[in-house]
């Protein structure tokens, strides 16, 4: 089975769903009777069958190095040359259009993997209006694809109260050997230039305004010493006060593993998270995590793992903050990893995926007459 994966959500600095691609890649390639190609856009056309393909793309403005493609009809035409037997697109723009077009013409399935929450998003900007506009699109758009993969409960619901159907709940992994308690380093706090004794709390992702870090901050600087904030997602290494350290993105899995394993606990604000891969990346490696109760965290952090604030403010992450120290934290971290290797695992997820996948090839749904339905 060729499987293909494709989506604009791809950059030099991007995140979770880069991260998905990659550990989903490197799983299924190590499989049997299994093949997988990436299609994204780069800087210029190289279609790769098996590898990870390009489309040439304009890049946007920014640090994160994101590219728009332009050619809806290039992109379904290279999804054609690929030819694959599933296609999987993690968009809900013009390549999740030319995945619909094409599927249709190879009679495939197609499903459509709901990684950002594009109705609250807009909503931001634009009010109810956005939220609206945003629902009426994803409707019309999920109608022609054969499944609908939303990462946690909330997003589900929320697709399902938008109208959408065909909805299978399909959670995120994390690599249980690369993100391990074995990558701790004693050495990190004496790097950073911070007593032994300091209460090392890490946020790595995105420095971006839905992961509420002024909030972070906030909190921590409520405790004052021995409390730290490490952020490792920032342009530049650099102490932004007493109380708060920026390491650059961590491309490499391994040193991001040693500053998960070497912290006491994950600290997380954000109120957006359709899932929240950096929860199970402090999970594996034995870290507990102190969380806002919003988005799809609480459906991750319970008092098994960590700690689930009380409301989504620095006075009630502060508190809750205070409440992990008073908790046996290694216990904790115990439960936490022991959760990850049941159930968080990528062969199990990549598993539950494939039977989805096969699932529909012998009855696709949708895909095999969506050139019939009105046009997008």
Not at 182 to 197: K, Q
Not at 354 to 374: D, N
Request: aromatic content about 6%; some cysteine; glycine content about 8%.
């Amino acid at each position: 089975m060729h499987i293909l994966d494709t989506t604009l959500f791809y950059a030099p600095h991007s995140g979770g769903v880069k991260r998905y691609l990659h550990e989903k890649r490197r799983c299924l390639t190590q499989m049997d009777g299994i093949s997988h190609t990436l299609l994204v856009p780069g800087p210029r056309d190289a279609l790769i069958a098996g590898g990870i393909a390009t489309l040439a793309c304009p890049r946007l403005p920014g640090r994160a190095g994101y590219r728009w493609p332009l050619r809806r009809k290039a992109w379904r035409d290279a999804l054609l040359t690929l030819a694959p037997d599933v296609i999987e697109v993690g968009d809900p723009y013009l390549p999740a259009v030319a995945s619909i077009e094409a599927a249709a013409r190879m009679g495939i399935p197609a499903l459509a993997f709901a990684h950002s929450d594009l109705p609250r998003l807009l909503g931001r900007y634009l009010g109810r209006s956005g939220v609206r506009g945003a629902e009426a699109w994803l409707r019309r758009l999920y109608a022609r694809f054969d499944a609908v993969l939303a990462p946690s409960r909330v997003i589900a619901a929320r697709l399902a109260a938008a109208g959408i159907a065909n909805i299978e709940v399909q959670p995120l992994g994390v690599d249980a050997e690369a993100f391990h308690p074995a990558r701790a380093d004693a050495d990190l706090r004496a790097e950073l230039g911070l007593p032994a004794r300091a209460r090392l709390l890490l946020f790595a992702g995105r420095l971006a305004a839905e992961k509420n870090i002024p909030m972070l901050r906030a909190a921590v600087g409520r405790l004052g010493a021995p409390y730290h904030l490490l952020l490792v997602g920032g342009a530049t290494a650099r102490r932004l006060d007493a109380h708060t350290t920026v390491l650059p993105y961590e491309p490499d899995t391994a040193r991001l593993a040693r500053l998960y394993a070497s912290c006491d606990a994950l600290l997380h604000a954000g109120t957006q998270e359709t899932f929240g891969m950096v929860v199970l990346e402090a999970f594996a490696c034995a870290r507990p995590v102190v969380a806002v109760p919003a988005g799809a965290l609480p459906e991750l952090v319970d008092a098994e793992v960590g700690v689930l604030a009380r409301a989504a403010t620095a006075e009630a992450l502060a508190e809750a903050i205070t409440a992990l120290y008073a908790c046996d934290r290694g216990a904790l971290g115990a439960a936490a990893r022991a959760r990850v290797e049941r159930d968080y695992a990528w062969p199990r997820v990549i598993a539950q995926q494939l039977a989805l996948y096969r699932a529909l090839r012998q009855s696709p749904r949708i895909a095999t007459v969506a050139a019939a339905g009105a046009p997008l």
